[in-house]
């Protein structure tokens, strides 16, 4: 009811179950009613899932459909999963994009996030941030394991505010140049989602934050940090205006500073 209400910008009107003493969406296109015994499961699966594996069977949860209604003429919402982008992918973007101002108002450092397909929305966080002080970085890290549902995600990649997270090459880039393993990993153990298949044990395993910001002496780096290669914008323009004549094809020259 919150996400509903935060998009719509206006509460969800509700209206009595029939069967259980409940409120549920007046305008809902099929509700399901029904409970649940504490204990009670049955084994479900396997299903393709969209972690593009199939999901074992295992015991799950059974719910007792007491009644059903609808609207007349309903739609009923449906997508497929399966190895990543699929249509639940888009789904999870657009999740990302919503909550990212909540986000922020948690974690005002943080400048923009980027859950790329291939981390199947919990496996992989991408995060740029305003770095203010040591061991910056890991207090980012922290609090997204803190919030919510973010608690289960795997992977989380901190790189600087100047980093374009939604190009994951370059954060791959950053990843590869900045990171020193030895003090640059956090490992730390919780939970996990329901359907990794990694963990030894279900529902509980280990994550990794990797700090790809720069370092300074405060944080144990006594070198200096060195600088990006960068193309002057004189230099730029020059080979853009004389990029027929230098016989380069059709080719367009990258927008990108870095030479």
């Keep these: 009811m919150i996400l509903a209400g935060f998009i719509r910008d206006q509460g969800v009107e509700l209206a009595q179950a029939v069967s259980v003493d409940l409120k549920v969406p007046a305008h809902a296109e099929i509700v399901l009613e029904g409970y649940v015994i504490p204990g009670e499961e049955r084994m479900e699966g396997p299903f393709g899932d969209h972690t593009g594996y ?69 496996n992989l966080i991408l995060v740029s941030m305003k770095k203010e002080y040591p061991g910056h970085a890991r207090k980012v890290m922290y609090g997204l394991w803190g919030l919510g549902l973010l608690s289960l995600t795997k992977v989380i990649v901190v790189v600087d505010d100047f980093v374009d997270v939604q190009n994951p090459s370059e954060v791959a880039w950053r990843v590869a140049n900045n990171i020193n393993p030895a003090t640059d990993l956090v490992l730390v153990d919780g939970p996990i989602d329901d359907l990794d ?18 370092k300074g002496p405060e944080e144990g780096y006594h070198r200096q940090w060195p600088p990006d290669i960068e193309m002057s914008p004189d230099i730029r323009d020059r080979v853009t205006e004389r990029w027929a004549e230098l016989g380069l094809g059709d080719i367009i020259p990258s927008d990108r500073s870095a030479s």
């Design 54 to 122: 199939y999901s074992l069977a295992e015991p799950y949860p059974v719910f007792h459909v007491t009644t059903i209604t609808r609207r007349h003429n309903p739609i009923y919402p449906t997508t497929f999963v399966g190895r990543p982008p699929t249509e639940d992918y888009w789904m999870g973007k657009v999740t990302e994009r919503v909550f990212m101002p909540l986000i922020r108002l948690i974690l005002p450092e943080v400048v923009d996030i980027n859950m790329p397909a291939e981390g199947i929305f919990h």
């Design 197 to 214: 298949v990694a963990s030894p044990t279900p529902r509980f395993g280990s994550k990794v934050g990797i700090d790809a910001t720069r």
